[in-house]
């Protein structure tokens, strides 16, 4: 019959495991001084450590940001095409920062150092408020000497030195301060965060950002159509320039020869030819007016839509270890690290016994 049985004598049973515990717990009882101590002590720690902990402060924007693309000028060709218009030319930016790229261009170097160096003040780049607060000269002493560094909004007068220490506070930003989201994937709303532990520093630095960004996304996002919609401007005036002077052509010519002989078509060879002129200037206008018409519809389009929701404004929002909320995890982290000191003492003691 043993060797039917179902449990094998290494395994334990419900009353082993129950009384392992019950040793367990006896065990740890009689270390309460031992685990009162260290709760206390994290205790301790955790007020001393919430007290000297510099709160962070987080500048928030949100901001819609809506783009018609393509389709709204897909919808219009087919009218386009009845009035004989092709608009196959016009278009040409679909693919040029769609869905979540303007959230990477947040993150770029190129956004990021150029919003270090704008103003923080009448006399400090937010880069040099940046490098106080974060105490940097104290930090990277050994490796460079910031003091002896100046910054100015110009990179043209910037050495190695400045675009390595620029590139590496960008870095720093892009890690551990800023934090660009979609609260929810199916909405076209964006939020960019900015944490610090200067308040005006965040607020500035945010506003900033988010301007810069901005203005380059809509440039860039719009600079085709732009492009197109200038030069067909420039052809228009150019071929109107061309019309009214062959229209002034043809009436000096008319009046130079006010009664033609009808039998005699030699008289009328010049003013015919103008006459060619004029009607083909004016065909040639007709369509480059009717490019231009289609051009700014296509240009209003393809500009997208930001509209700002929420903007930083004093006091912002903080986030910081209160002193309850300290004692208690320091609390519990002692306690922890006492109760695994002394289990794997315990342990350790009962293989040496066995031994």
Not at 89 to 114: A, K, P, W
Not at 229 to 256: C, F, H, K, M, N
């Amino acid at each position: 019959m043993s060797g039917n049985s179902h449990f094998s004598a290494s395994q334990f049973t419900l009353k082993e495991v129950v009384q392992n515990l019950i040793n367990w717990v006896v065990f740890f009882s009689s270390k309460w001084k031992v685990l009162l101590i260290s709760f206390v002590l994290g205790a301790g720690m955790g007020a001393g450590y919430s007290k000297l902990k510099d709160p962070v402060f987080h500048a928030e924007t949100s901001f819609v940001l809506e783009e018609e693309g393509m389709g709204g000028i897909g919808q219009m060709s087919g009218i386009a095409s009845l009035l004989g218009v092709n608009l196959g030319g016009i278009g040409g930016t679909n693919g040029l920062f769609q869905g979540d790229n303007i959230m990477e261009l947040y993150r770029s170097d190129r956004m990021l150092e150029e919003t270090l160096l704008s103003p923080f003040d009448k006399e400090r780049l937010l880069i040099d408020r940046f490098i106080e607060f974060e105490e940097l000269e104290n930090k990277w002493a050994s490796r460079i000497d910031l003091a002896t560094l100046t910054f100015s909004s110009s990179r043209e007068n910037h050495g190695v030195k400045q675009d390595s220490v620029i590139k590496e506070i960008a870095k720093i930003i892009r890690e551990k301060q800023l934090a660009v989201v979609k609260p929810d994937r199916k909405l076209s709303i964006i939020q960019v965060t900015v944490s610090s532990k200067d308040e005006g520093y965040a607020k500035l630095f945010n506003e900033t950002l988010v301007s810069k960004v901005n203005t380059f996304y809509l440039e860039t996002k719009t600079k085709k159509t732009g492009e197109n919609l200038r030069i067909l401007q420039t052809q228009a005036d150019s071929v109107r320039a061309i019309l009214d002077t062959s229209l002034g052509t043809l009436a000096a010519e008319q009046d130079r020869v006010p009664n033609a002989n009808p039998l005699l078509s030699a008289a009328t060879v010049n003013g015919r030819r103008k006459q060619v002129d004029v009607q083909t200037s004016a065909a040639v206008f007709e369509e480059i007016v009717k490019n231009l018409e289609m051009a700014k519809i296509n240009h209003r389009i393809n500009t997208p839509l930001i509209q700002l929701i929420d903007s930083p404004k004093l006091p912002l929002k903080r986030s910081e270890i209160r002193l309850v909320k300290g004692m208690v995890y320091g609390a519990m982290i002692f306690g922890f690290l006492a109760l695994s000191f002394l289990y794997l003492r315990r342990i350790y003691q009962k293989h040496l016994q066995e031994v």
